[in-house]
């Protein structure tokens, strides 16, 4: 029979490849986690883990293993998690983080639609950056995240799409673009994009900036900018174009910077994400809040 904890240890390595790690967020020593590991691979009977010096891996069995256990276990803890919750009401204090104006816009509404609903409960607002937004909900900074989509990375998920708007590129205001009605996806190959900064998840990262167009025509990179504020200021400078929503141009409206449509690119999403594991009922109501706020106004 496996132990609950040793489920729990596997599933945390599985996700920090770190015995280190691992044990502080199992509030344990490494060699218990050691330990732990090693006791559920002789009730397996194959190594779960390829150890070296350097770093620890999953092996094809520990790989399907967290593939078929993680899901399960999710669903597992959040319904203990709601069910406590339900008894005794929701309360406590839920925190939210988002990025950029508006998404603190609509973080705010949503706040104070959950607390008509849940007057028990407070809701604590912090603004993020894109690259606080995935250790932010890991580490427990932050119980949701409204942020642009997608942003897969372990340890979080995403919430259903609440926004969708037009995909503009962010250009100098003198280039030849700036004169256009609209841009392809195509013409991203004749300048510079400007990049995000590795923490980022990279599928967020291919979504804005990718290295190649549809067509496969090479991107050529920009300098990494890891805030809006740096990437407008450097787009105005003539250092590189970058891809924005379209609310970029109504938050953000700067003389040396102008915002064409594309003609061809899928529109930019917005949604809410939590740690995984993390939908509690404080959650998933901040969640059917946001959605609901949306819906009474489309």
């Known amino acids: 029979m496996v132990e609950r904890y040793e489920l729990e240890a596997f599933l945390t390595l599985a996700e920090e490849l770190h015995f280190g790690r691992a044990a502080e967020r199992l509030h344990v020593s490494t060699a218990r986690v050691s330990q732990t590991i090693k006791k559920l691979e002789r009730k397996v009977g194959v190594p779960l883990f390829d150890r070296s010096s350097r770093r620890v891996e999953l092996s094809a069995v520990g790989r399907q293993l967290h593939e078929e256990i993680r899901p399960a276990w999710e669903l597992i803890g959040a319904a203990v998690e709601r069910a406590i919750e339900t008894g005794k009401g929701i309360t406590g204090t839920l925190t939210v983080a988002f990025v950029g104006p508006a998404g603190g816009q609509l973080v705010m509404g949503a706040a104070e639609e959950f607390r008509a609903r849940q007057p028990g409960c407070a809701v604590d607002i912090k603004e993020a950056q ?115 929503g379209a609310q970029t141009r109504r938050y953000h409206p700067r003389p040396d910077v102008a915002y064409v449509p594309f003609g061809d690119a899928a529109p930019v999403e917005w949604g809410l994400m939590w740690r995984s594991g993390g939908g509690s009922a404080r959650v998933l109501a901040f969640a059917r809040a946001a959605g609901d706020l949306l819906a009474a106004h489309r």
């Open 130 to 244: 894109l690259g606080d937004v995935v250790p932010w909900l890991r580490e427990g900074v932050a119980d949701l995240a409204l942020t642009g989509f997608p942003m897969d990375a372990a340890g979080v998920v995403a919430g259903p799409v609440l926004v969708r708007e037009v995909r503009m590129l962010a250009v100098p205001a003198g280039h030849p673009f700036a004169r256009r009605t609209w841009v392809s996806v195509e013409d991203l190959a004749r300048v510079p994009v400007l990049r995000l900064p590795e923490s980022v998840p990279e599928s967020h990262r291919a979504d804005r900036t990718p290295r190649r167009t549809p067509a496969g025509r090479a991107i050529a990179p920009g300098p990494v900018a890891a805030t809006l504020h740096e990437i407008l200021t450097l787009v105005g400078a003539g250092r590189g174009v970058f891809p924005v």
